[in-house]
């Protein structure tokens, strides 16, 4: 996985994604690199909600686009895009089974949401950046 400073310029810096689901452990690398420098807590946090979002992104569709990681002034932005056209769904959790994860990514996250794409769906969570 090539490394692209844009992160670091508060461009978007894009993992491309595909059919083959990554190692969760190199995808949170890509991120760790890209995010070389900034708070150890906020990259934490930054970290779990990616594993959240790429998982989720791989359990219910088909072929996820891309993961992109946006460093701007006072926040991190993560971006799933995928093909699906649901809304995730944020359920309350009353088993400690399975379904934790956006119920975490909402509560690491300041906001987080689904946007409609061309032809797909964006899953975008914004967490703050403590530099």
């Not at 689901?21 to 900034?38: D, H, K, Q, T």
């Amino acid at each position: 996985m090539a490394r692209d400073q844009a992160a670091r310029t508060g461009e978007a810096a894009n993992l491309p994604l595909g059919r083959q689901r990554p190692s969760l452990a190199a995808v949170r690398r890509w991120v760790r690199l890209e995010l070389m420098g900034e708070d150890t807590d906020a990259v934490a946090d930054v970290l779990l909600v990616v594993n959240e979002l790429v998982s989720n992104a791989y359990r219910y569709t088909s072929e996820p686009s891309f993961l992109r990681v946006v460093v701007e002034k006072q926040r991190i932005r993560i971006e799933i895009e995928h093909n699906a056209n649901a809304h995730p769904p944020l359920r309350k959790v009353s088993r400690p089974q399975r379904g934790y994860g956006l119920v975490l990514v909402a509560r690491l996250s300041d906001r987080w949401g689904v946007d409609r794409a061309l032809g797909g769906t964006v899953v975008w969570a914004d967490l703050p950046r403590t530099s």
